[in-house]
């Protein structure tokens, strides 16, 4: 390990760690971001976005952007005022003692990388679970989405009949947003009762566009080349029945994965996984010097531009934080 100490890494290169290497580079902390190692899809540098085909919801782009378009520019951005990137993934972190120090790798191009630093932002993001079918990888953009809120309004949905997985609150919520665009949603859900809370379990029980589909998986997902979705394939877990639902788009919401596994009994987590901040609002952790920004630390929002928002808090405390040490 070099001697060499650098003031701020940044973990993780979606719109939070981007963000957060702007106004960090800004600041004149010469930031280093390990950007992920492209290894699989949960450590691809660019995050998430690099998945998507439109974003047409981050301000500043009238008629969208694609997100790879959109993350290539954030990180342009970012190099341009002097902030340095490593392809690498951090597979160990020591927070208990000052400077931190990092472990970090490039699995493709078995390359280690060990380093030292005085603060840390992690903004690794969260992944979202699918249901694993390799039909749902071939439709994904085409019909197959994690996100309502994020995908619901494309053309490709409006109007048509969708299904939604899951039956918790997430599932709850996507469905009942997607009301606004479908003909219909189909709700399907392994158990006979919702996991939702009450209130909300309540309000898509009682919305007329949403019909549930109880006891019931998805084995496969339907569609061609030209049209993408065009249906599911069902099975009833109490009565053995197979079945088919015709819709143009079908939402997992199945819950996402934080990725924390590195800091599990290091920094204070949720039960979930998710990075608790110290007062909910600002980026500090639990351990001073390190703060966290985007979908790591966010159960609730989890967008670009709120990760974006967050990687901006990131920065600028650990920038106050490292002039309250006296690191200049
Ligand atoms: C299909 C889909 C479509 C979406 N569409 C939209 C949309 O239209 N509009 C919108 O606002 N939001 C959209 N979202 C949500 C959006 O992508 C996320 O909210 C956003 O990317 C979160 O940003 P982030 O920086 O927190 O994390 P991410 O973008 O997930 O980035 C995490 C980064 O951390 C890296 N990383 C992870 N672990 C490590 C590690 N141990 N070491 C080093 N690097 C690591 C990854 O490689 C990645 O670079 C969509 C999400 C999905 C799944």
Partial sequence: MSDKVEKVVIIGSGPAGWTAA???????????????????????????????????????FVHGISGQKLMATLQEQAERFGTRVETAFVAEINLGRKPFEIRASDELNSRELTLKAHAVIVSTGASANYLGLESEKKYENFGVSACAVCDGALPRFRDQ???????????????????????????????????????????????SKIEMVWNTVIEEILGNEQDGVTGVKTKNLKTGATGEIACRGMFAAIGHTPNTAFLRGKLDLDEKGYIRLQDGFRSMTSVPGVFAAGDCADSVYRQAITAAGMGCKAAIDAERWLAAEGIH
Avoid: C
């Avoid at 600041?27 to 190692?37: S, Y």
């Fill in 161 to 207: 009949p969708l299904v939604v997985v899951g039956g918790g609150d997430t599932a709850v919520e996507e469905a009942t947003y997607l009301t606004k665009f479908a003909t219909k949603v189909y709700l399907v859900h392994r158990r006979d009762t919702l996991r939702a809370s009450k209130i909300m379990a309540q309000r898509a029980l009682e919305n």
């Fill in 22 to 60: 702007v106004y960090a580079a800004r600041a004149n902390l010469n930031p280093l971001v390990l950007a992920g190692d492209g290894f699989n899809r949960d450590r691809f540098p660019g995050g998430q976005l690099m998945f998507t085909s439109e974003v047409e919801n981050y301000p500043g």
